[in-house]
């Protein structure tokens, strides 16, 4: 696919970076020459330095060829812009970033589509819908569906209590005697794991399951964790991303925001009526403790400022909350919540790319998530009549080392798998796959 991304920001260069492991021919345009160098030095790519909303620079970059026009710019006006000229310069798709999120609950009124847009992405509003999925098991850094909870991802820290500590896969094999979920990767300070028998976990690792539903309270009472019910959330910063978690979380938890301008306090409260606005610092600990910072089940930090967000948490942390989820914008952060104690850091342009990138895939897989800080992807295939994964039973499948099946659907109940389990058509099956071989694992299942 010919591919043109318009804007070299942290959203275009995590976009580029995952398309170029796809051997994609990429052209980022960006009117920052640094930003452009940066990229071309990292990425297989071509730069073109210029605006995007320039027909002279489309017209460069061959838009009249592109399969796709993604617009991810920091300018709303700019995306929107630059989407409708290439469009009408010939991209067959387009793609634009947008912060207004009228725009999503408008786009039939609005005829989007008509205009030349045939999709719009909020990075705001993604990130509050991850933040809600978050939410859903207080004792797990990370959980996925597939297919309503036949299999799930989960996610869960190594710590003292856990039983897998300094274990090695196979020494923790009669710890599954049910076989109800299979280790898919271990995140170890920044480095990505995808496990063999003979890895070990050790303490502070991040590991990463795919269970049938009978495993998640499995996997959780070998990490030493409790499951609390969550019903009060705290939210420090009334930012786009903390105005969109709380309409997202207000109708079944108790929230609470806090945000320090005085002003946006009164807008805040007309917009989320079923929200407790607090005006004050979330810095400010004394304030905390006062709002009852520990009777709080969750607190969720999405200021604009990185640091205050991860020391907020780390103050609930340090007063009893058990689910705490920090907002960063460096992307770099993300690595960083293994060693700093805070359950989960997340990067709206992150959410925002992985976001992007299934829209790109949507039709060679059923489904395809991403897991914050791991160098991996998880994909959902289906077994076609002639996939190539029917040949032989799995332990003989010459399966890539960088991937690994976690777990089978099979009609409508989900399966782990061993090494002498064949596949049959129509089963879904769910993959983690380091991205530079996705392409390898995709030609077992077409």
């Known amino acids: 696919m010919r591919i043109i991304i318009a804007g070299a920001g942290d959203l275009g260069f995590h976009l580029a970076k995952l398309l170029a492991f796809e051997e994609q021919d990429i052209i980022l345009i960006d009117q920052d020459a640094t930003v452009l160098e940066h990229a071309s030095t990292h990425l297989d790519v071509h730069t073109i330095k210029g605006s995007s909303t320039s027909i002279s620079v489309l017209e460069e970059a061959n838009v009249s060829k592109a399969d796709l026009l993604i617009a ?11 989407a409708i000229i290439g469009k009408n310069l010939g ?15 408008q786009r039939e009124k609005c005829d989007l589509k008509n205009l030349g847009i045939d999709e719009i992405i909020s990075p705001e509003s993604l990130a509050a819908r991850e933040i809600k999925r978050l939410l859903k098991q207080s004792a797990l850094t990370d959980t996925f569906e597939f297919e309503k909870g036949m299999l799930s991802l989960v996610g869960i820290t190594v710590d003292e209590h856990s039983e897998l500590k300094d274990k090695s896969l196979t020494e923790t094999a009669y710890l599954n005697p049910d076989h109800n979920f299979t280790t898919v990767a271990i995140l170890r300070e920044n480095q990505t794991i995808i496990p063999h028998g003979e890895n070990q976990f050790q303490l502070n690792d991040h590991a990463y399951f795919i269970t049938e539903p009978s495993g998640i309270d499995r996997v959780m009472s070998l990490a030493g964790k409790e499951s609390i019910e969550i019903k009060n959330v705290m939210i420090l910063g009334g930012s786009k991303v903390g105005i969109n978690t709380a309409k997202q979380l207000s109708k079944k938890y108790n929230i609470k925001l806090i945000e320090q301008d005085k002003d946006k306090c009164f807008t805040l409260a007309d917009e989320l009526t079923d929200t407790m606005i607090i005006n004050g610092d979330g810095r400010d600990i004394d304030l ?13 930090a999405v ?46 342009k992150l959410i925002a790319a992985n976001f992007i990138f299934r829209y ?25 009549p002639d996939s190539k994964i029917l040949q032989h039973e799995l332990r003989n499948l010459d399966f890539p080392k960088t991937a690994i099946i976690g777990g089978v659907i099979r009609k409508g109940v989900g399966h782990t798998v061993r090494g002498n389990f064949s596949f049959q ?17 995709e030609g077992f299942f077409n």
């Open 72 to 82: 991810v710019t920091s300018i709303e006006e700019t995306n929107l812009t630059t």
């Open 91 to 105: 991209a067959k798709r387009t793609v634009a970033r947008i912060s207004n999120t009228e725009f999503l609950h």
């Open 288 to 300: 905390l403790k006062e709002e009852g910072i520990d009777r709080m089940d969750a607190v969720i």
């Open 303 to 348: 200021t604009g400022n990185s640091e205050t967000n991860i020391i907020s948490c780390l103050v609930a942390k340090n007063n009893g909350v058990k689910k705490t989820i920090a907002a960063v914008e460096n992307i770099d952060y993300i690595h960083l919540s293994q060693n700093i104690g805070v359950d989960t850091l997340i990067n709206k």
């Open 360 to 384: 790109i895939r949507k039709g060679q897989v059923l489904n395809i998530t991403s897991i914050h800080g791991v160098d991996a992807e998880i994909l959902e295939f289906e077994v076609q």
């Open 425 to 441: 058509p129509k089963d879904r099956v769910v993959v983690l796959s380091k991205s530079e071989c996705i392409h390898k694992v």
